[in-house]
């Protein structure tokens, strides 16, 4: 057999093609292998927000827009202040990773970017298709999502959907201190929708109308909602939008780990890197990539063993009953917030708690819904 073009193909130069191709950068193990990176979009732009909280300094700090340790819940019947620490949650803008990665991989010598799309992976010959040319590796990082995730009959989906303003006001109405995590004062109708407020000074914000919902909506819907938000509560009537964000991320069951074989790993939202029930991807890339890094290294398969099979089930049960149920949203997400801690809430999320924590964490979320959503996904 030939020798192939490079030893690793990473397909997607996104948050996770860029994340995982760093700690390779990083790590002596993997000197002298040459790998490329092949993306069809320059990533020039900011075209996301990305938030997640954790303990200390993180590797990214150095990158952060802005950080928070105090923030707040609000639903139509409660003010919840949440005192985040020993955490801190932190806000980092896609084209300062970008950038700034990409200036690393380009530096070392190993690491080569590739415009081009990539269309199919052939294991056998070790080929990766491109509209341009093809290109052979021992090994491919498939950062692309299965056509078939959206029309599975197994799978449970939930979109989350959003468009966010970056505002500037001409009087000081934000507490710079403080974020608002989630806020469903106005929401669309039997809904699962909020606003989620990123203040970056007093006169600064990021305001984002947020749906977790089974279905889409249209630009003209979130803006209605975005006015109203900020005039019926911030009360501003003149205010400048600097910047735009629109998204959607997938928060579902699909079994997108399964896709991963010998000779291709699938990574980010394709390896179901999305946590399920919450969306938050950054950080829990982070994590899957250290597991990957640490298989490799043992000789075992890289998508060995990354995933935590209760905390699957218990992603899959909530996101079940979100989708029957979505008008509940306000009321579960309120029981969420009130009844729990946000220390043992994140550690929930971040798949830390032991069996007990997490039974009382669900008890405080009960409605029959979850009986029916236990049954169906058992």
Known sequence: ???????????????????????????????????????????????????????????????????????KFISSEINKDLDLAPYTYKMLRSLDFYE??????EASGDIVFIKDEITAIDPVTRTAKGKEQDYTATHFFDSRPP?????????????????GWYIKTEEDIFDPESFTMMDYRINYKDSASFTYVLPLSANEALVEFTFFTPFLTN????????????REILKVTSFEIIEEEIGMIP??????????????????????????????????????IDLLIQNIKSGRRPSKELFNKKFQKYDSIFLEVLSNRN????????????????????????????????????????????????????
């Open 1 to 71: 057999m030939l020798t192939p073009d490079y030893y690793y193909v990473i397909v997607g130069g996104g948050m996770a093609g860029l994340q995982l191709a760093s700690r390779i950068n990083n790590d002596i193990f993997f000197r002298g292998k040459k790998i490329a990176i092949i993306e069809p979009d320059d990533k020039s732009i900011n075209d996301k927000t990305w938030c997640f909280w954790e303990k200390g300094a993180g590797a990214w700090d150095h990158l952060t827009t802005k950080t928070w340790q105090k923030g």
């Open 327 to 378: 008008d509940l949203g306000e009321s579960l997400f309120t029981k969420f917030y009130t009844r729990n801690s946000i220390q043992d809430i994140f550690r929930f999320l971040d798949e830390e708690t032991s069996f007990s924590e997490d039974i009382k964490i669900m008890l405080s979320l009960y409605h029959p819904e979850f009986l029916k959503a236990f049954f169906k996904k058992l």
């Open 100 to 105: 700034h990665v990409k200036s690393d991989l």
């Open 219 to 230: 630009e003209k819907t979130y803006d209605k909602y975005l006015n109203r938000y900020i």
């Open 147 to 163: 056509k078939d995730y959206k029309k599975s009959e197994n799978a449970t989906l939930i979109y989350q959907h959003f468009k």
């Open 251 to 288: 928060m579902t069951d699909y079994p997108f780990h399964e896709k991963s074989t010998g000779k291709i790993t699938k990574i980010g939202t394709a390896g179901g890197w999305v946590k399920a029930s919450s969306g938050y991807s950054f950080k829990n890339t982070e994590r899957k």
